[in-house]
């Protein structure tokens, strides 16, 4: 059977898995629109409103509404609501999308410290420089709450991994000692917001970031596809603690449509894997037979080690070939 045919909604990750900097990754819109199951996308990225991301969706060729679209800023607000009341104010570093947010919810929006928020919300935005992050961190030694959309240290681009949100509030952070609470992935929140607003009780979560995507997924309970096609790549895998250990693995989101079994890790095409000391030993493996299919045989076995491999070491021509773009 199908994987996506086992679940009633795919929750989407967005940079890395369905496109880079707005571009359409390989095969994802062709394999998204053959999906008859409801699909929300569920994005860390602050910069852009729902709508926003919405349109962008839309202008690749997917089919998508403002309601399909859940990100962490929307998240962060929703985390901010406990410790505000209407009419107070709020220092938000991010996108215009989340300073609508904030004054649409009934609060204050505010650039100045002297202003007195109770709250600090960090979103990301390319914009955002030494005067907005010396304000929040002025806000904050004030005794405001801090907190953040999401923690990513990156952002995939089709140029490559650009700063994230995460790399922004280090340096906030490092000038107030202050960790902010965060909204979005890593956080289960967002994937369980989203099973609620269609009413999903088989969701599938899909993603290319261990320490986000997949993170999140499990700390939701919900089985999660880990694509090869942004950040975290074999060895990521390879020395995954079980908090970031993803249910499927694939190369890309054709997999959507592959056999479910297929894409868990277990000993395929043809190859065998044990372990030797501290290593890992692959051999065999049928000609023709794909990296995908030697990283789901070694994931097997590295997953029942206490310790991640030192190495892995092919052992035949076929594992040669097959590991040799890995590292």
């Known amino acids: 059977m199908a994987l996506v045919d086992n679940h009633d909604a795919i929750f989407l990750d967005l940079d890395g898995t369905v496109w880079e900097g707005g571009n359409a990754l390989p095969h994802a819109v062709e394999a998204i629109n053959a999906v008859s199951a409801p699909a929300l996308y569920i994005t860390n990225n602050a910069s852009r409103s729902a709508e926003q991301v919405a349109v962008m969706l839309r202008e690749i060729g997917l089919r998508a509404e403002s309601a399909d679209v859940l990100t962490s800023a929307q998240a962060a607000l929703q985390l901010a609501a406990s410790h505000l009341d209407p009419g107070d104010s709020v220092l938000v570093l991010g996108a215009e999308s989340f300073r609508d947010l904030v004054v649409a919810a009934g609060y204050h929006a505010v650039d100045s410290a002297d202003e007195e928020p109770k709250v600090v919300l960090q979103g990301h935005n390319p914009d955002t420089g030494w005067r907005q992050l010396s304000e929040a961190a002025l806000a904050i030694r004030n005794g405001a709450t801090y907190l953040a959309s999401n923690l990513d240290t990156s952002l995939p681009s089709e140029r490559g991994l650009m700063v994230g949100n995460g790399s922004m509030v280090a340096a906030v952070t490092s000038a107030t000692g202050v960790v902010p609470q965060a909204a979005g992935k890593p956080e289960p929140a967002m994937f369980l917001q989203a099973a609620n607003s269609v009413g999903a009780t088989r969701p599938l979560a899909v993603g290319d970031r ?30 995954a603690p079980k908090e970031l250990r993803p249910t499927y693995v694939a190369e890309d989101l054709r997999s959507l449509h592959a056999e479910a079994e297929d894409l868990r890790p277990g000993r395929q095409g043809g190859f065998s894997a044990r372990v030797d000391g501290n290593d890992i030993i692959l051999s065999h493996g049928k000609e023709g037979a794909t990296g995908m299919q030697a990283l789901r045989t070694v994931l097997e076995v590295a997953w029942l080690m206490e310790t991640p491999p030192e190495l892995v070491r092919p052992n035949s021509e076929a594992a040669e070939a097959a590991t040799a773009n890995w590292w």
Do not use: C, N, Q, R
């Not at 499990?218 to 020395?239: C, F, K, R, W």
């Open 210 to 239: 261990l320490d986000t995507d997949i993170a999140g997924a499990v700390a939701a309970g919900i089985p999660v596809l880990h694509v090869a096609t942004g950040v975290s790549g074999p060895i990521a895998l390879l020395e």
